[in-house]
C-alpha cells in the first residue's frame, strides 16, 4: 500500500432501528481538501441523513483515487512521436519524463540499438534500418515497481527522383511521346498514393496518379529549348513528399523565318552596299547564294553576308540566299538596283550649251572656208 494512503472504518447510523452499517474508504491522509476531516466524518454520521452521508462518503473515494492517480502520474514524451522515414536511413528516437522518482527509463526494440541517456532522457540510434515494420518502446519503471509504457510507430518509404524519357532524335513535325515515371513503396500502402504531374513552359501539360504517365503531341520549332518538368507528389500519413525531375527538350527543325535584309533597294553606280541573311534553324544552317554578279563581291566567312564594292549595272537583279541543314532548306531573296548616277539640271543645261556652242562654232568655221 502507498504510504499516504490508509484504510478508515465508518460506521453509519441508519434510520431504521438505529443499528449501524460499516463502510470504508481509502482516504489519502495529506488531503485536506475535503470539507470535513476523518475525525469529524465520524462525528457526524449519527445526524446525517444515510442517503446523503452515502453520497459523501462515495465522493470522498473518488477524491481519494484522484488524489492517489496524481500522486503517481507522471508523463512519457517521445520525439518524434510518428516518425515518417526514408527506408534503410539512420534513426533517431528520444524519449523524456516528467519523473523525477523512477527506478529505470529505457527502450525496448528488436533490432541493435545504440543509447545516450541524460537528466530524464534517453535517445535510441539505429543505424541503417533494414526492416519495413519497427514499433521502439519507451518504458519507465516507477520507484513502486509499476511500468509505463509508450510506441513510437515508425513509417518506412522509398520515394526515388522522377525520371523523363525522351526520343534521342526529336524532330520537328513528328509526334512525340514524353515518359514520365517514379518508384516509391510506403510500408502498408499498396499502391503508393502518389501524383504524377508533367509541365512545359509554366505549363501544366498532363497529371494522373499513377508511377507513369505518358504524354503524346506533335512538335514544332516552338518547342526547341522547351524545360520539362515532371513533378511526384507521395503522400505518407499527412506527410506529403515533393520530388522534381528537370529536362531541355531539344527539338531539331530545318531553316525557318529566312529573309534577306539591306539598307534600301536602289543603288548608285559606284557606291558600295552590304546584304545580309537572316534564317534560324535546328542545327544551326549553312548560307550560300546566288547573285548577278561576282565581280567586286565579298562574301563573309560565316556566309551571312555579302558585301559589293564600287557597284555597277552588272549588280543590279535577284540576290537568292539559301539557308540549309540536314533538315531542310529555306530560301529568301531581294531585288536590287544600281543605277547610273542622276545627272543635275544645270549639268544638262551647260552641256546642251557646250553642244549648241560647238555646233555655232563649227558652223562659222564652215561658213568662212566657203568664201
Partial sequence: MCPCMQEIPLFLETSRGGGS?????VICLHFTGFPFGISGLAGS????????VYLQLILACLLCSTALVCSKSCSLWLVPKHPVVPYGTDIVLNCSTSCT????LDWETSVRKNLSRGVQWVALYISK???????PQCYLIHSDGSPELSSVNILFYTFSSPEIHLRDEI???QEQKVTCDVSS????????DIELTLSGAGTALAQNRNLLLEYVFTTGAKHDGMVLVCTALLQVANTILIKNKTVLMTVFYKPTNTSVLTERRVFQVGENFTVSCRSTGNPAPNFTWRLPSNESVEVASDGRMVSVYSATVVHSGDYECNANNRYGLGTAR????????NVPPWAIVLIVLFVLGGIAVAAFLIHRALL
Avoid: F, H
Avoid at 45 to 52: E, G, K, Q, V, W
Avoid at 185 to 192: D, E, H, L
Fill in 101 to 104: 522518482n523512477y527506478t529505470s
Fill in 334 to 341: 531581294a531585288n536590287i538596283i544600281v543605277e547610273q548616277k
Fill in 21 to 25: 452499517e460499516a463502510g470504508s474508504c
Fill in 129 to 135: 534500418q533494414s526492416a519495413w515494420t519497427l514499433t
Fill in 171 to 173: 524532330v520537328a513535325g
Fill in 185 to 192: 513503396m510506403v510500408a502498408g500502402a499498396t499502391p503508393s
Fill in 45 to 52: 454520521l449519527t445526524t446525517m441523513d444515510t442517503r446523503s
